[in-house]
């Protein structure tokens, strides 16, 4: 089915383990964008993408890895998961007019 | 830098009440896009609608209506005759601005909407 999706859909891991959350669309939009949101801070960008192998910070990057080999996927790994990681994570794409379209989300818990 | 302000953190109406919800916004940028957002109880993020800055032609879709004005730097989203399926988290957004030139888009923090029946 067309469209952008993320898996898995809820995660729960543990204090220091390596997790990558998975996000693919299907629209070949150049943009890409993972976001995480949490009560009280809304909707924060983590890491966004113009193209294949081109990514770049955005506001709260700390903690967390990307990469770009297709431009249809954009894994986001978190190296070492800590409990403040615990959050819903959106992944969203778009093309150059700017609205985003986003994935389901991930729910993830780090015990 | 841009910045999206909602003042309204909570709205509760009851049904068939009209509710509109405030957005304002800082940017540099003469030409930018605007957008809402909205997030129901299920969790996923909807796209309502963009604005081009250059267009301040007021726009209807059903019971949605919005406003923008950029004099005052805002774009005020009215849902007319509310009813429970609206109640949601709605976020208002900013970006494409070409100084920027990245498209990334600034949201506001978003107000919950609670309509009763």
């Known amino acids: 089915d067309a469209g952008i999706t993320q898996s898995p859909r809820y995660k729960i891991t543990e204090t220091g383990r390596q997790v990558t959350l998975m996000c693919h669309q299907t629209?070949?939009?150049?943009?890409m964008f993972w976001y995480r949101q949490d009560l009280g801070h809304g909707l924060r960008l983590i890491y966004y993408?113009?193209?294949?192998?081109?990514?770049d910070k955005g506001e709260v990057p700390d903690g967390y890895v990307v990469s770009r080999s297709k431009t249809e996927n954009f894994p986001l790994t978190l190296e070492s998961a800590t409990r403040s990681q615990t959050s819903v994570y959106f992944c969203?794409?778009?093309?150059?007019?700017?609205?985003?379209?986003f994935g389901p989300g991930t729910r993830l818990t780090v015990l | 830098a841009q910045k999206v302000t909602q003042a309204q953190t909570e709205i509760s109406v009851v049904e068939k009440e009209d509710v509109t919800l405030d957005c304002v916004y800082e940017?540099?940028?003469?030409?930018?896009?605007l957008f809402w957002y909205k997030q129901p109880p299920s969790g996923e993020l909807v796209f309502l609608i963009r604005?081009?800055?250059?267009?301040?032609q007021n726009e209807i879709s059903g019971r949605y209506s919005w406003n923008f004005q950029k004099s005052t730097s805002s774009f005020n989203f009215t849902i007319t005759a509310s009813q429970v399926v609206d109640s949601a988290v709605y976020f208002c957004a900013l970006g494409g601005g070409r100084t920027t030139n990245d498209y990334k888009l600034s949201f506001g923090a978003g107000t919950t909407v609670t309509v009763r029946a």
């Open positions: 629209w070949s939009h150049s943009y």
């Open positions: 604005r081009n800055s250059f267009d301040e």
């Open positions: 993408s113009a193209a294949a192998d081109i990514t």
């Open positions: 940017t540099r940028d003469t030409t930018y896009y």
């Open positions: 969203a794409s778009s093309h150059q007019s700017g609205e985003q379209f």
